[in-house]
């Protein structure tokens, strides 16, 4: 694997097996020094739709929200999804003053009981887009996970009935690739406002 200038690569040996679901990812040698305490307000975006379906696209936007504020320390204000990439600009500023895009890329394929997942991942800097994280995973999912009994409900109950067989693999892929996103710093104030985002 090549990195792209700028960027270590970081590659766990059960990465490289084949057998996880994340199949690579980078983040900037930089990070710590340039973008660690500034780039924390984030909005999700699922670009393209997941199996063209804009409720599957919500669905993978709230999931990646939600635990990206409960598992890693940026804060996310807004999860959107969308058939196009809206433009950076758009989406950066705000009332919310986002500083970075946590872009989600998922492309699914009806296999069976469930979907082949493809995901790729990128958290964008607002201002000149430069990439400090990307990703990449792959795997085959079914749409029923007895493990996720509870949690498909709640999104059913939240989002309708049509999002309840991709609730199992949107969780599944999520999970795995959201946790390596590197850590920002926070300060106090920012701690106190992260306790208002997390549902």
């Known amino acids: 694997m090549t990195a792209k200038p700028g960027f270590g690569v970081v590659v766990a040996l059960a990465l490289v097996s084949g057998c996880s679901v994340v199949k690579a990812y980078t983040v900037r040698d930089d990070w710590a020094t340039v973008d660690r305490a500034k780039v924390k307000r984030l909005v999700v975006v699922v670009q ?3 199996d063209g379906q804009e409720k599957a696209g919500e669905l ?3 999931v990646a929200r939600r635990y990206v504020n409960m598992k890693r320390d940026f804060l996310v204000k807004q999860e959107r999804a969308s058939a196009t990439l809206p433009a950076l600009a758009t989406l950066c500023g705000g009332d919310d003053a986002i500083e970075g895009v946590l872009r989600l890329s998922p492309v699914l394929t009806r296999r ?6 493809e995901l790729e991942g990128a958290l964008l800097r607002c201002g000149d887009g430069r990439e400090a994280w990307t990703a990449r995973a792959a ?3 079914s749409s029923a996970d007895e493990r996720l009994v509870e949690v498909t409900k709640t999104y059913v109950g939240e989002l309708g009935a049509e999002v309840e067989p991709y609730v199992a693999p949107a969780m599944n892929v999520l999970r795995p690739v959201l946790d ?5 710093l926070l300060s106090d104030a920012d701690q106190d406002e992260k306790v208002g985002l997390v549902d």
Do not use: D, I, N, Y
């Open 139 to 141: 795997g085959s999912f």
């Open 60 to 62: 993978f936007a709230r």
């Open 112 to 117: 069976g009981g469930g979907f082949e997942v």
């Open 48 to 50: 393209p739709l997941p």
């Open 180 to 184: 390596t996103l590197p850590q920002p």
